[in-house]
């Protein structure tokens, strides 16, 4: 005879195949963030624990220039995104016809469902024919198009849930168009700002294609620089600057939420 | 008051001219380009003809690439949902603490640069590595043995770097599936394979067609995976048409082939977004049954 | 009949003080809203827009407060013309029907806004803030933020923002629709105290007649986009101009009747009793100076019933059945049935409960001791 069970509770089945999911997700990361502190140089066992990697990664390690090319780049995007995208949220959300809006909106959505491959590509096309080439300008260009987006609609998102009775009452009690926007709207859109920034950040850091079909030879962001050692194989201050990296977006992630992740756009992070 | 009206309009043109400039110059005008190049074989300034889509249909290569692409892209997808579906479940059944806490969790391979995450799997996958080590210790695997350089290390790669955005996704949609709802469902006679199927997967089915379109898109334009782990003979139509536009130097055919992959893709898209509502006639059939003549 | 909605004549002195709004239009696309309305609200006065959900109400408010432009008309206020005004040089306060308090800002932030936009100095906004609390009896919640109050305490908060400026005009839209039942009663009186001792002009617009007949010292009712009736509350509720302001003020009985002028003065019949008016019913139909086919209109406070005995049927009443009885406390609504049509009639509960089996089917007698009398349309 079957045991009655509670209909809405999660049986131990339940939490082990969540825990093996997330353990498949886990497990390359975790082997890397492992490895950054084993001794071998060829990832071999038995382990031995060392910070050397560390050591080597900051001393005399290929990697920390392209890191720094690839902070220095994601943070002017992100910076500029941040601008850019608050200026097309608000005049979106509050000034923007039914016609802007769609053409807008589709543009923005074009920017991050094309293919990176080919929107990478037909960028390069462009810059080739209109003189810039592949140049730190292009690649600025090009990042700033696709992390744009997620600022847009971040704080887009954020703008159509303020009732727009408090910038009325903000005007009612004397305030102008102006100082409604900044003593009102811009503090209640401001996490949205925040985290539509990070995510920008995150995604002109990572995007390799762009990078790859943009950048001009010689130059090396980090996505780059990886692409180049990984058919090395095995690269023991790459896993120190994994883990870092690692832990650099957990920190991220925690941020993000602490900001209100239900703001950040994600896809299913509303709980 | 036509002075308040031209001020409003001019602040809104300032509001919009950056963005809306980046993204014509960034977006719009090379997707245009991207068309126009693909009818200049003989670069921008000779007249127009259709000799790269004449080279395209003489050659079965391209078509079978094409194929090829599009399967691998479509396997992939379906396996991410396959793997995604039991964990986004039971997370959408978890308590909101234990719910926010593994969702956050999900994110950091999301957030990763998935070359990191391309080299940590190649790393786990490699011959000497632990997870091949374990496995030949256990017996399971011939020394020396790896899946590298296959189509399969393709596969794997895009399964986990889509996995997360997967059970998001069906997450999302599932959470909206109230515990009230199974309740009523069993209180009326309905076994756990009948909440399944007809509480279930119908509410669910939205969520996963979005999810496959979400993770097929970025699959069938898939270039580092195949580049770096495919090996020889597991080059997709990505690689050809990065070959074509920079190595070939013949930006035309690299077009055509970029619209061809596009036009797969949306096919592809478009197909399953018609599967919704086909679903949603197979989940409902029994309800159609009972439901007057 | 007078028209009570007609332009009053207005003297000098009047024409510069209060709110004026002159024949103002509005529509969106192809609907229009507002169909030329006109109003004077004078110095000091609180006035009521009463009117249902899409009467326009709130785009007449909005027009006011200057959040949307008129396509035609003007609006003046205190003898100035703020037709084009913006909103922010209107010195008009607003009470939002979700009070719009800045979440990000403390109740003293909030209520400082306003001053702080007016370039007052700190001491002078700290003293006005207590002050403005005290009114609205809130001192002692200055520092917390508005998600920490409840309803009622926001709305005190709202009104408290709105009232510090000093405004020149108060606007409030349905302030009271986001309370509870018991705490819109409390916010309701404490809304008319502070009106009464500040003497600020007030416009409020409610869909509700209970607040509006509560409230205001004068009535406006609202139906697709043209003021029907205006007059004190009292006067609109007990002599509606038409049938649409009477039934939206209170329920209302409605029967078909014939006015048969005969030698010894006035019938009624109705179906096919006749009924001897009261004297006040005569002055009605006097007033009303039909004859020939009306409808007779009662609220049920106007109508009487007792249970029918042997005797024959007096003349000032109308046979009828009983129907049921709805309990509601201190008093009891009787539902009968006259000559096919169904009455509800308002009495106080004692009299019922001795008075006897009240029980359906028994026969009754209706008096109308009370009531207008109405063009007769298709009912015979």
């Keep these: ?271 | 008051m036509a002075s308040r009206a031209l001020r409003a309009r001019l602040t809104g043109i300032l509001l919009l001219l950056p963005a809306g400039l980046l993204l014509a110059v960034m977006v719009l005008i090379p997707l245009a380009v991207l068309v126009w190049f693909s009818f200049a074989p003989e670069g921008a300034d000779a007249p127009l003809s259709l000799d790269s889509y004449a080279r395209l249909f003489a050659t079965p290569l391209y078509f079978h690439l094409a194929m090829k692409t599009m399967l691998t892209a479509g396997l992939a997808a379906l396996l991410t949902a396959a793997l995604g579906w039991a964990p986004a479940w039971v997370l959408s059944r978890l308590a909101p603490r234990a719910r926010t806490a593994t969702l956050l969790a999900i994110i950091v391979p999301y957030l990763t640069s998935y070359l990191l995450l391309i080299y940590s799997v190649f790393v786990i996958l490699g011959p000497g590595s632990p997870v091949m080590v374990t496995l030949r210790l256990l017996g399971l695997a011939a020394p020396g043995a790896s899946i590298l350089y296959t189509q399969a290390a393709t596969v794997v790669m895009l399964v986990y770097e889509n996995l997360p955005v997967m059970v998001f996704v069906l997450f999302s949609g599932m959470q909206r599936i109230d515990a009230t709802l199974l309740a009523a469902a069993g209180s009326l006679g309905a076994t756990r394979r009948a909440r399944l199927r007809h509480i279930v997967l119908p509410m669910a089915a939205p969520s996963l067609v979005s999810g496959l379109i979400i993770v097929f898109v970025p699959m069938g334009g898939a270039f580092v995976e195949p580049a770096i782990l495919g090996g020889p003979n597991g080059l997709l139509l990505g690689n050809v048409i990065a070959d074509q536009m920079t190595r070939a130097d013949d930006p035309s055919f690299g077009s055509v082939l970029s619209l061809l992959l596009l036009l797969a893709t949306l096919a592809i898209v478009a197909l399953l977004a018609g599967l919704r509502p086909a679903l949603h006639r197979l989940t409902s059939r029994w309800s159609d049954h009972v439901a007057p003549a | 009949m007078n028209a009570p909605w007609a332009q009053s004549s207005l003297g000098a002195a009047e024409e510069n003080s209060g709110l004026h709004v002159i024949d103002v239009h509005k529509g969106y696309g192809q609907t229009a809203v507002l169909k030329g309305i006109t109003l004077h609200v004078p110095h000091n006065a609180f006035h009521l827009l009463l009117g249902p959900s899409g009467s326009g109400k709130t785009t007449l408010l909005r027009i006011i407060a200057g959040f949307t432009p008129a396509d035609s008309g003007r609006v003046t206020l205190a003898g100035r013309d703020i037709t084009a005004m913006l909103p922010e040089r209107r010195n008009i306060g607003v009470v939002f029907q979700n009070y719009a308090l800045f979440p990000h800002m403390s109740v003293a932030q909030n209520i400082g806004f306003g001053l702080r936009m007016r370039g007052m100095a700190r001491a002078e906004r700290e003293q006005r803030i207590r002050d403005v609390l005290a009114l609205v009896r809130m001192g002692g919640f200055a520092q917390r933020m508005p998600a920490a109050l409840s309803g009622g305490q926001q709305q005190r908060v709202a009104l408290a923002r709105a009232l510090v400026i000093e405004p020149e005009l108060l606007l409030l839209d349905e302030p009271l629709s986001a309370l509870d039942r018991k705490i819109r009663q409390e916010v309701r009186e404490e809304l008319k105290r502070i009106q009464a001792e500040t003497r600020v002009t007030t416009v409020m617009v409610t869909h509700d007649q209970e607040e509006a007949l509560f409230l205001a010292d004068r009535v406006l009712v609202l139906e697709a986009g043209v003021i029907r009736q205006q007059g004190a509350p009292a006067e609109i509720y007990q002599q509606p101009a038409d049938e649409f302001v009477a039934g939206f003020l209170g329920p209302l009985n409605v029967v078909p009747a014939a006015i048969e002028r005969q030698a010894d003065g006035v019938m009624l019949r109705v179906g096919g009793q006749h009924l001897a008016p009261t004297s006040a019913l005569r002055d009605a139909i006097a007033a009303a100076g039909l004859s020939g086919p009306v409808r007779l209109a009662a609220r049920p406070e106007q109508l009487a019933v007792t249970l029918a005995t042997a005797a024959a049927r007096p003349p000032d009443a109308l046979a009828g059945r009983l129907l049921g009885i709805d309990f509601a406390g201190a008093v009891v609504i009787i539902h009968v049935e006259v000559e096919a049509h169904r009455l509800a009639i308002l009495a106080l509960s004692p009299d019922v409960i001795a008075g006897g089996p009240w029980e359906p089917g028994r026969a009754v007698w209706v008096r109308i001791r009370q009531g207008r009398v109405l063009p007769g349309g298709s009912a015979g």
């Design chain 1, 1 to 271: 005879m079957s045991r009655l069970r509670d209909i809405d509770a999660v049986s131990p089945g339940m939490v082990t195949v969540l825990g093996l999911g997330l353990a498949l997700l886990f497990l390359p990361l975790l082997v890397i963030i492992a490895l950054s502190f084993n001794a071998s140089p060829y990832g071999t066992l038995p382990f031995q624990a060392t910070l050397h990697w560390y050591g080597t990664l900051f001393a005399r390690s290929g990697l920390l220039g392209p890191t720094w090319l690839s902070l220095k780049l994601s943070a002017l995007v992100a910076a500029s995104a941040a601008l850019l995208g608050t200026m097309g949220a608000v005049w979106l959300v509050r000034r923007a016809g039914r016609l802007g809006a769609v053409l807008f909106r589709g543009t923005l959505l074009a920017a991050i469902t094309v293919p990176w491959l080919i929107l990478g590509l037909a960028m390069l096309l462009v810059m080739n024919a209109i003189g810039l080439g592949r140049s730190l300008l292009s690649i600025y260009l090009g990042l700033l198009a696709i992390s744009l987006p997620y600022v847009v609609f971040i704080v887009a998102t954020r703008l159509q849930a303020i009732d727009p009775d408090l910038e009325h009452a903000a005007r009612s009690l004397g305030a102008g168009a102006l100082a409604t926007f900044a003593l009102v709207t811009a503090p209640l859109i401001l996490p949205a700002i925040l985290s539509g920034t990070l995510i920008a950040f995150v995604m002109a850091f990572n995007n390799f294609l762009i990078q790859y079909f943009l950048a001009p030879f010689g130059t090396q962001t980090l996505p780059l620089k990886i692409y180049t050692l990984i058919r090395v194989g095995y690269l023991p201050d790459l896993n120190a600057l994994a883990t870092l990296i690692v832990a650099t977006t957990c920190l991220l992630i925690l941020l993000l939420h602490r900001l209100g992740l239900r703001n950040a756009g994600l896809p299913g992070s509303t709980p």
